[in-house]
């Protein structure tokens, strides 16, 4: 079933493939990880094809002369065999684990650890096999994959079919010669041959099947509406909440505008329209903040109370307007600003000391 008729039709936010990606749910072809791990690990085996055989001879060597002794725990044959068995696996497992991690890096664009997916899940031991078969078969996915494994099983036959034809007479004539390794290593070099050829054909299959990953993640990665609005109330918070918080948060400003002038050191004005209320904390405050605002009856309530306690009033009409629209209640000033309120501290400082004088 498409997103759209579950009704998820919004394209998954960032917030949203962060947290799948940190579950190890990710956008990925396997189909890349088997073909690069396959053509790999057969490019090791070729290479070390001869190593790996003198150590078997070595292996059956070792048993068999070994084979007269009665006692055979003094013979050490158990871990003789171990460490040569892991000597000749390791770099072949070393290759395919690296194989394996490179292919996951490069199509997530980076290293993903999450134990989510390996985490127990007792629903998913609970049988289900009407949605299985509708996702395996009964689906565009289902019927994708089933297509994609017609699609590999006939190009491993085909392969399978013309290398073999073309040297299964050489390996008859060195059979029939009474040449046994001979043999053996044609038959090893045909078969790395069709493992080859296969997987640089699954490899280069693969990268299509990448894109149509992809697109199904996004696809199932999608949101309702409802979901948009859900994530977004959780991570911005609620925007009628905000809005009643602000409400709140105005009218308790409202309360304090008395408090406010009565401590200011200044109040710049409009002269009618705006009036910003000013205070600078020495030692505490990197610059003059903005204790109260107001416009229009608030702003002449703030005159009245300024000229009530003997605040100094600054009429400026660029500075007030500036400082009403860009800076809130209880914020710092902006530096574009300092210049301009050093000059008005600097004038209310002169006209103080020529009053004292």
Sequence with gaps: MAAEDEGRTE????HRLEQARKEGRVAKSQEISSAL?????????????????????????????????????????????????LEMLAPVAAVAVVAGVTANIIQNKGFIFSTK????????????????????????KGLFNI???????????????????????????????????PAVGKIASTAAQIVIIVAVLFLALSIPDFFVQRHEFRESMKMTKQEVKQEYKELEGDPEVKGRLQQM????????????????????????????????????????????????????????????????????????????????IGAIIPGIYWKAIALVYSHIKNKSQANEN
Excluded at 168 to 181: A, D, K, M, P, R
Aim: charged residues 20%; proline residues 5%.
């Design 11 to 14: 394209e998954p936010s960032e």
């Design 249 to 328: 948060q105005r009218q308790l400003l409202a309360q304090n505008i008395p408090k406010a002038v009565k401590e200011a050191d200044v109040v710049i004005t409009n002269p009618t329209h705006y009036a910003v209320v000013l205070k600078y904390e020495e030692g505490t405050d990197e610059a003059p903040k903005v204790t109260a605002k107001g416009e229009d009856q608030s702003a002449l309530y703030i005159k009245r109370l300024a000229k009530e306690n003997d605040i100094p009033i600054q009429e400026d009409r660029p500075l007030a307007r500036g400082l009403y629209t860009d800076v809130q």
């Design 37 to 85: 791990i396959l053509l790999l690990t057969i490019t090791v085996l070729l290479f070390m094809g001869k190593w790996m055989m003198s150590q078997c001879i070595n292996i059956l060597t070792y048993f068999f002369t070994r084979t007269h002794n009665p006692d055979v725990r003094d013979a050490n044959l158990f871990s003789a065999f171990l460490i040569n068995f």
């Design 117 to 140: 997916p390996i985490e127990p899940n007792f629903n998913k031991i609970i049988p289900k096999f009407g949605e299985y078969f509708r996702k395996t078969v009964f689906s565009g």
């Design 147 to 181: 297509a994609k494994s017609i699609l590999k099983v006939t190009i491993i036959v085909i392969i399978g079919y013309l290398t073999i034809r073309k040297n299964i007479f050489v390996i008859i004539e060195i059979v029939s010669n009474g040449q046994i390794l």
